[in-house]
């Protein structure tokens, strides 16, 4: 299935919604996705839409829990 490309314009705006950090965007042989440079958390991309949900997000090998992400991660507004 071929996906809709990521709008460049778009993906400089984004930031991971926990640790408020830049993302790199990597394609994988799983799929797409968006990458916290903080943390590591992985958020899909489907259809060419960033699914920024951390619920939605893989978890870093290491981190059982988003929570525990959370208080690992986790920068305030």
Same mark, same amino acid.
Request: negative net charge; contains cysteine.
């Given at each position: 299935?071929?996906? *809709?490309?990521?709008? #460049?314009?778009? &993906? %400089?705006?984004?930031?991971? @919604? +926990?640790?408020?950090? =830049?993302? =790199?965007?990597?394609?994988? #042989? ?13 958020? @899909?991309?489907?259809?060419?839409? @960033? +699914?920024?949900?951390?619920?939605? #997000?893989?978890?870093? %090998? ?5 929570? %525990? &992400?959370? =208080?690992?991660?986790? *920068? @305030? *507004?």
């Amino acid at each position: 299935m071929a996906t *809709r490309p990521l709008d #460049a314009q778009l &993906f %400089e705006m984004l930031r991971c @919604p +926990v640790t408020l950090s =830049k993302l =790199k965007h990597t394609t994988e #042989a799983d799929g797409e996705w968006l990458i916290s440079e903080v943390g590591g958390l992985k958020y @899909p991309i489907r259809d060419g839409i @960033p +699914v920024m949900l951390p619920e939605e #997000a893989t978890l870093p %090998e290491g981190v059982a829990s988003l929570e %525990e &992400f959370r =208080k690992r991660y986790h *920068r @305030p *507004r």
